[in-house]
């Protein structure tokens, strides 16, 4: 049997971040995807990275994997049908950058290549042996590795988080009582932005030069059956106000809006990051930063622990992550109630429409608000 310091199991931005760190460090490690890479590096989500993600690769020698595909950034946010006169406020002190998931983890995963990395793709039978003992054991498609830790990085259905017993863990969650149609089509974006509207928030979000990704509120009840084609685009309309560009739609699912945090992070030599620990909804846009995050804060715990022997940082890695989880579930908790509050009032009522109609122009009069508004229209997950 083979052995390493690490296996990280999981070839998404947390697993293959990790992966990079650990290398740049010379720990050993070796990560195992029960995908292919087509398939991993096919995976359309977000990605903009705040400041403080584009500063932590630059401390680890990593700049060149935010380097996105050129995309037309300009978007609106539109209100009713009608696009707000807003002058998205520059910050001269901001470093974020918009680079689609698929982009950072196609960089990350050359990157680690090219420098020697470790990385098995169409992992079978993935399945985490003694967590509790000094070595546990990953084993797949009849290979198995010996390592001091395993780091769980394989996302919300994932096999980590999964052998767990039961009882030692502790899921948080809430519901927020929608759901968004999530659609991938094949045509520029344009309109661009969000749209806030009665009938339920749009978003309109662009995923490269040719591709978009599509959002429309809808209730949890609702089928993807009863979105075809022709109503996606007629909703769309209705929702920004003016026609939008049409192609051909690649993937269409319903998600259910919801924050979920498991605590501990933490069971014996087994850490889970990203997804697979906490789940922040896709009006935040934070998700990628949660991930990215926990990778450093981990990393930096094991380096110290093999160089120096002092296990502090790994004993405490749930704690720190926690803290920083929080402080992002309030702002995703607090921009998702306000978006989807502001417009179909069916949810929550008059009364809290006003109040969050209340807060958007008030917040749109605010230069520190417009940021945040403008890196959010490009964002959204």
Same mark, same amino acid.
């Given at each position: 049997?083979?052995?390493? !310091? %690490?296996?990280? $199991? ?22 195992? /995807?029960?995908h292919s890479r087509a398939y991993v590096e096919q995976r359309q989500r977000a990605g903009t990275i705040d400041t403080r993600g584009v500063r932590m690769f630059r ?24 696009? &707000? ?17 698929? $982009?950072?983890? *196609? ?67 809430? /519901? ?47 089928? $993807? ?5 022709? *109503? ?24 259910? &809006?919801?924050? $979920? ?34 990778? /450093? ?22 704690? !720190?992550?926690? *803290? ?52 959010? !229209?490009?964002? %959204?997950?």
């Open positions: 049997m083979d052995n390493t !310091t %690490v296996v990280i $199991v999981g070839a998404g931005v947390a697993g293959l971040t990790l992966g990079n760190f650990l290398l740049r460090h010379d720990i050993g490690c070796v990560i195992v /995807e029960k401390r680890w020698g990593l700049d060149e994997v935010v380097e996105g595909d050129p995309v037309d950034q300009q978007s609106g946010f539109f209100v009713d049908g009608e696009e &707000l006169p807003l002058d998205f406020a520059e910050d001269d002190n901001s470093e974020s950058v918009f680079c689609p998931q698929q $982009v950072l983890v *196609r960089n990350l995963t050359d990157v680690y290549l090219r420098d020697g990395g470790d990385l098995r793709f169409e992992a079978a039978d993935v399945t985490l042996h003694d967590l509790t003992g000094e070595h546990p054991v990953v084993s797949f498609g009849g290979t198995a590795l010996g390592c001091d830790y395993i780091a769980g990085c394989d996302g919300d259905r994932g096999v980590s988080r999964a052998s767990i017993p039961d009882g030692h863990l502790t899921r948080h969650s809430h /519901e927020y009582g929608y759901a968004w149609l999530s659609v991938l089509a094949e045509t520029p974006t344009k309109p661009s932005g969000m749209a806030i509207h009665s009938r339920g928030l749009a978003g309109l979000i662009p995923r490269g030069p040719g591709a978009s990704r599509l959002y429309l509120q809808c209730r949890l009840d609702d089928t $993807v059956e009863a979105w075809p084609d022709e *109503r996606i685009w007629a909703e769309i309309e209705a929702r920004f106000g003016t026609p939008p560009a049409t192609g051909r739609i690649l993937d269409k699912r319903l998600v259910p &809006l919801r924050s $979920v945090v498991y605590s501990p992070m933490t069971y014996g030599r087994l850490h889970l990051l990203g997804d697979a620990a906490h789940i922040v909804p896709p009006m935040s846009a934070k998700g990628i930063n949660l991930a990215l995050n926990d990778a /450093e804060v981990f990393a930096n715990a094991v380096i110290q622990r093999v160089r120096t022997g002092d296990p502090s940082l790994l004993d405490t890695y749930s704690e !720190t992550c926690l *803290r920083h989880i929080w402080n992002y579930q309030a702002f995703a908790t607090w921009i998702t109630d306000l978006m989807h509050d502001a417009g179909d009032a069916t949810y929550a009522g008059e009364f809290r429409k006003q109040v969050a109609r209340a807060e958007l122009q008030r917040q749109f009069t605010s230069e520190a608000a417009s940021k945040l508004f403008g890196e959010l !229209t490009a964002g %959204v997950n």
